[in-house]
T-cell receptor
């Protein structure tokens, strides 16, 4: 039982490149979210999903895209990376009503140069 | 103004001390209140959660919410070096809009 697994753990991108951050869970939770964590800013919600085929925007969605084709996977796509997207990204699974994030992945450290 | 404010610290205490971590919030609609612990270069871990006002105790940890003053607290008794981490408070009005504080770094010295 791995919980929430994120890959890769580290990534360096050049400005303008695209990439996909992977998130997989084996806890059969319907609700999944992506956050970014920046110094002094706390965790900020990028996108979330309440189930396969259903996604919605969070607080800071610009420059990111998501899709949810299965319960297990919730990938986050950076369309054209910018230095402002340098951050640590966390995937989380939420409780059934979305009132709290129950488990987080270990994070992906992304640097855009 | 951020919806959830938290002093970033760092807070340094000797082993065995009682630690008090605090947050304030501005949104009266918040009903759910959480504390997460985050070790360096790891993901946050849900430590405690409460609904509405009141206290909740779990071992050495006590979470307290005062909705009248919009104040959230976490108390750690008999603090240990293994408690050294960043503590994040968070609030939610119900439904995928959790707002996190920036975190307080805690160091417990042996």
């Amino acid at each position: 039982n791995a919980g929430v697994t994120q890959t890769p753990k580290f990534q360096v991108l050049k400005t303008g490149q695209s990439m996909t951050l992977q998130c997989a869970q084996d806890m059969n939770h319907e609700y999944m979210s992506w956050y970014r964590q920046d110094p002094g800013m706390g965790l900020r919600l990028i996108h979330y999903s309440v189930g396969a085929g259903i996604t919605d925007q969070g607080e800071v969605p610009n420059g990111y895209n998501v899709s949810r084709s299965t319960t297990e996977d919730f990938p986050l796509r950076l369309l054209s990376a910018a230095p402002s997207q340098t951050s640590v990204y966390f995937c989380a699974i939420s409780t059934s009503q979305g009132e709290r994030e129950a488990f987080f992945g270990q994070g992906t450290r992304l640097t855009v140069v | 103004q951020k919806e959830v404010e938290q002093d970033p610290g760092p807070l340094s205490v000797p082993e065995g001390a009682i630690v008090s971590l605090n947050c304030t919030y501005s949104n009266s609609a918040f009903q759910y209140f959480m504390w997460y612990r985050q070790y360096s270069r790891k993901g946050p871990e849900l430590l405690m959660y409460t609904y509405s006002s009141g206290n909740k105790e779990d071992g050495r940890f006590t979470a307290q919410v005062d909705k009248s003053s919009k104040y959230i607290s976490l108390f750690i008794r008999d603090s240990q070096p293994s408690d050294s981490a960043t503590y994040l408070c968070a609030s939610n009005s119900g439904g995928f809009k959790t707002i996190f504080g920036a975190g307080t770094r805690l160091f417990v010295k042996a």
